[in-house]
């Protein structure tokens, strides 16, 4: 009897960790980045206008960017940064990680899954525009590209500190944390997938 009930246990977290709780939530933290790639990729056979296709695909992306930094990380992962203002006028920047309780709102594994590799892959699929518009010496694409990779490498940065305040379980004190501590800590990045 007792192997039964460790099978079914291992069953149902399994079949706990596969189930998708927000997905339009996931669907949308895909959409604008996918979306934005594939017009990369079709804009210059479109269209000749480079101004049009300038603007559709800056425009997805900051769509990206304000629903994954404003409604997916918290959603999907438990997670969330921002930028506050102190009474002295300094900028402080806020990370926080939600911890994992049984009744919260966290997203699933599978969610979780989704939300990191986006996260992750979008990035370097626009580093390998970068260096294809590079070595084509297609110039005014360049610049379209380096815009895009600011706004999803600032995702991927704000996340990865909210994941290592989470980690170490130390307050959002970012003055004295530096980029050191994510190439010190390979599990933070590695540890997500």
């Known amino acids: 009897m007792m192997l039964d009930d460790l099978i079914l246990l291992c069953f149902e ?3 706990r960790s596969a189930v998708i709780r927000h997905p339009l939530a996931s669907f949308f933290h895909l959409f604008f980045r996918v979306v934005a790639i594939v017009a990369y990729l079709l804009c210059d056979w479109i269209s000749e206008n480079f101004a049009w296709c300038f603007v559709l695909i800056i425009t997805l ?9 404003n409604v997916t990380g918290r959603l999907l992962v438990g997670l969330r940064w921002w ?14 990680a939600k911890k994992a309780s049984l ?6 594994e599978a969610e979780a899954r989704i939300f990191w590799l986006g996260l992750i892959i979008c990035p370097l699929i626009w580093t ?3 260096f294809t518009s590079l070595f084509s010496l297609k110039i005014k694409w360049l610049s379209l590209v380096v815009a895009s ?17 989470g980690e170490d379980g130390q307050p959002a004190d ?5 980029g ?14």
């Open 13 to 15: 977290s399994a079949r």
């Open 180 to 193: 050191e501590h994510l190439l010190q800590r390979p599990d933070i990045i590695f540890g997500i997938l």
């Open 128 to 130: 390998f525009f970068f």
């Open 61 to 69: 992306l900051s769509f990206d960017f304000w629903s994954v930094k």
């Open 149 to 165: 990779i600011s706004l999803q490498v600032a995702n991927l940065y704000g996340y990865l500190r909210c994941k290592a305040v």
């Open 83 to 96: 930028n506050q203002i102190d009474e002295d006028g300094k900028s402080l920047w806020v990370f926080e």
């Open 103 to 108: 009744g919260n709102n966290n997203g699933t």
């Open 174 to 178: 970012i003055r004295s944390f530096s």
